[in-house]
């Protein structure tokens, strides 16, 4: 487990469904997401070639997921105020 921000961080017991909640800036890399979630791997990507890279964890409690849809950086699911705490200020209001 890892804590950042005041957010608690780990692995998913189990996969689970996401869809689009929000979306971070894009001008966060891969590894500014990676530092932030400290721990947790990046998942390769996905068979249909979609999601170019993506990570799944809990934080909070709460599931949530980023990313990477055909270059469109970068697309979360979860409560958006956890995304807050992790990336302030890179949260895009939609």
């Given amino acids: ?38 721990d947790i791997k990046a998942d390769p990507p996905s068979a249909d070639g979609k999601a170019t890279v993506s990570w799944d964890f809990v934080a909070n409690g709460y599931s949530c997921a980023i990313w990477d849809y055909k270059g469109r950086r970068w697309s979360y699911y979860g409560p958006r105020h956890v995304f807050e705490l992790l990336f302030p200020g890179k949260v895009v209001t939609e």
């Fill in 1 to 38: 487990m890892t804590t950042t921000h005041d957010v608690k961080i780990k692995v998913p017991i189990a996969p689970f469904d996401t869809h689009r909640q929000g979306r971070l800036s894009p001008e966060l890399s891969q590894a500014d997401i990676q530092a932030r979630l400290g």
